[in-house]
């Protein structure tokens, strides 16, 4: 414990791709998984009912304590709690009344008697009263507000568990990253990116990208990040990739009260559709000119059950993504929903010191060239570098530029679809293979005397010797060079060193080594290949699941999968 109170609550990365990533959350002894939206949900208007979100796939809701605590529900909120006056059991996350004060023109909420409001009706993730930063706010203004919003969080801190460090600071980046550090400094159980609905509003997804990845870059890697407001569909997988993991919704009911119909493509009026784009429940038993007749109570439930099918149908197509390593892919559709959508992804390239070290070196999946974008992908870029200076013959293959020979197998030259691209089935050496794939994956020249083992039916390369001695094998997926223990003593892999004889153990029988089992590492890159030392000896060899940052930053979960 850092200072102030201690959160009850655990972060474990389990699968990755581009910088998204599945964990598993546990906020008070309920465990969830994230990426996830969380509905929100007004005791004063509930359009879908608890067993309804619950069947629509929530996990976890959200509302709003300033909401409830001046609505006649008050009184029997406090003593019941949340949790029995609404009917659910899971998580329930409250927001404080930031918003309203921002959009209603609510003069400042006391922030103590509101988290000790949040307390007695037993919040299970507490937000203090920030103070919402506008686009239009001036230096000194966003300034001001992010000062007061570190202040805040602060004395929160001392009041509650569980809390929340909402980030602001306008469109100020350098504002950003100080509040990022400020309020990372206060120890708070998740971090909120604020201040962003009026940029997602007007669709200045260029900005909002922007914010994104600056807070990411600046905060620590262990904890959950949640999106503000982000509510449409649309966005949810290009922000699932710049790394956020929550996002809530007051879309699927505020669309549905103005005869609005959320896609993944972007919404629709109600009065504009003659056929309804979607196979959910709602959607088939019905058509739009019958909802149109409806009342409007009738119509606003069938338009926000659509809205919920869709929001929840878009979290299991990203995680499914995430799963199978395509989740760029999945991106770079989901960019045609809108131009400026598409314009925003230039983010990435800027960002890509930070994203070449989050996204993953090799994948299950063939990356897709699928327009222009495809070329500032981190995949790409890193992939690019990584074969700057390699000497030899090389073929020429977009995105990539001119591409060693020997690579033409290895993860992502062999392992890209390009249009246009025609592979000349140039003869190459299976030695150089190993020699380039050495050198492209650890960034030596392997100089040892080593024999090659084809395999019989396919004549790709399998095993890798030195005499009679196994230095390795050739991975057929990615074609990566993946070291026996004796082979790692030959390579100049990245190490990671830990400092337990028991731990050493462990390792030694090819259990995973765990985060705070971790003395310290090179700077390593998710799915490389590392040696795991002990006593300055390789004990054995294993795939990083996390990176440097990461390892220090996250307290749980497995770190390297040994072999
Ligand atoms: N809901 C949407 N934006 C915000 C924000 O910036 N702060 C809080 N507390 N809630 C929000
Ligand atoms: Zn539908």
Redesign the pocket.
Known sequence: MKNGKRNDCMFELKDRDANGRICKWVVNDHEITTPTIMPVVNPSKMVVSIEDLKKLGAKIIITNSFIIRNSRFKEECVQKGLHEFLKWKGPIYT??G??QMFSQGIKDISQEEIIEFQNQIKSDIV?PV?L?TLPDDTKKQAIEKTKETSKRVFAAKQLTKNLVG?I?GGLFLDLRKKACKEIAAADPELF?I????PLMEQYRYKELFEIILTCKENLPAGKPVHA??AGHPMIFAPLVALGVDLFDSAMYALAAASDRYLTVNGTHQLADLTEFPCNCPECVKTTPEEVRQLPKQDREIILAKHNLYVTFGEIRTIRQAIKENNLWELVQTRLRAHPNLLEAFETVKKHKKYLMKQDLISKKSALFYSGKETEFRPEVLRAKEMIKGMSGQTFLKKPFGKVPTGLKGVYPFGQSIVPGFKEKSAKVDPKDIVRQTIEYQYGFKFKENFSVELSRQTGRIRRVWRGKQLLGTIRANDGFFIPTLEGAKYMDMKKVIVDDEEIAKHVKAGKSLFVRFIDRCDDIIPGEEVAIIYNKEIIATGTAILNKKEISEFQRGVAIKIR
């Not at 604020?194 to 609905?197: D, E, H, L, M, T």
């Open positions: 927001d404080s930031t918003f937000t920030d919402f909402p602001q909120a604020g201040g962003i609905v503000f407001g």
